[in-house]
């Protein structure tokens, strides 16, 4: 089966460090980039960033550059969303998604496969 | 960025109605533009990719249009399954954006 396996829930403090993980299967991981969305409490998608697990090349949305890193190991199918001091504001349901083209859409980029998402609770 | 404004923000309706959703881009996208479907507590969904073209196994009551800055998702007859929020996507230009989301509720 395709699919995308993300780490499970988390509750940490601020100030603490935490990267949560994208595991693909049932696809050639290394041909697709992994993208990360967020979403808010009660709020809509936001697209992070994307990378590809070939060279590890990476594109940050410009609102997310410096707060987050993305990082993949091929190795072992797995794309990662890392942060070095969470704030409680950082506080989301986090998703990964493999964004994908081709001719049938014309070269155009879509989301075809979501991951369940990672819960992130931050608080004191 | 390219803002994505989807209107109406929510609507209430009921089964069996032909529901309409627009999603705006702040300059033109081209047919960039893809429609998720998001039920709570669950992960979106593709829908539609490329403004008009169905994702397989999607059903064919959803359709796409447009292209430029204005855009379309039609679900021609409302099934009790179709209630939840649906979101535009531009990928025209990084960084992707998304429009702010349109809540579909029974009425």
């Known amino acids: 089966e395709v699919q995308l396996v993300q780490s499970g829930a988390e509750v940490k403090k601020p100030g603490e460090s935490l990267k949560i993980s994208c595991k693909g299967s049932g696809y050639n991981f290394i041909n697709f980039w992994i993208g990360w969305v967020r979403q808010m409490p009660g709020k809509g998608l936001e697209w992070m960033g994307i990378?590809?697990?070939?060279?590890?090349?990476?594109r940050y949305n410009p609102s997310f550059q410096g707060l987050v890193t993305i990082s993949a190991d091929k190795s072992i199918n797995t794309a990662y969303l890392q942060w070095n001091s969470l704030k409680a504001s950082d506080t989301a349901m986090y998703y990964c998604?493999?964004?994908?083209?081709?001719?049938?859409?014309?070269?155009?980029?879509?989301?075809?496969?979501w991951g369940r998402g990672t819960l992130i609770t931050v608080s004191s | 960025d390219i803002q994505m404004t989807q209107s109406p923000s929510s609507l209430s309706t009921s089964v069996g109605d032909r529901v309409t959703i627009t999603c705006r881009a702040s300059?033109?996208?081209?047919?960039?533009l893809n429609w998720y479907q998001q039920k709570p507590g669950k992960a979106p969904q593709l829908l539609i990719y490329a403004a008009s073209s169905l994702q397989s196994g999607v059903p064919s009551r959803f359709s796409g249009s447009g292209s430029g800055t204005d855009f379309t998702l039609t679900i021609s007859s409302l099934q009790p399954e179709d209630f939840a929020s649906y979101y535009c996507?531009?990928?025209?230009?990084?960084?992707?954006?998304f429009g702010q989301g349109t809540k579909v509720e029974i009425k």
């Open positions: 998604a493999r964004p994908t083209m081709g001719d049938s859409s014309g070269y155009r980029w879509y989301f075809d496969l």
């Open positions: 300059q033109s996208i081209s047919t960039y």
């Open positions: 990378i590809s697990p070939a060279d590890s090349d990476t």
């Open positions: 996507q531009q990928t025209y230009s990084t960084p992707w954006t």
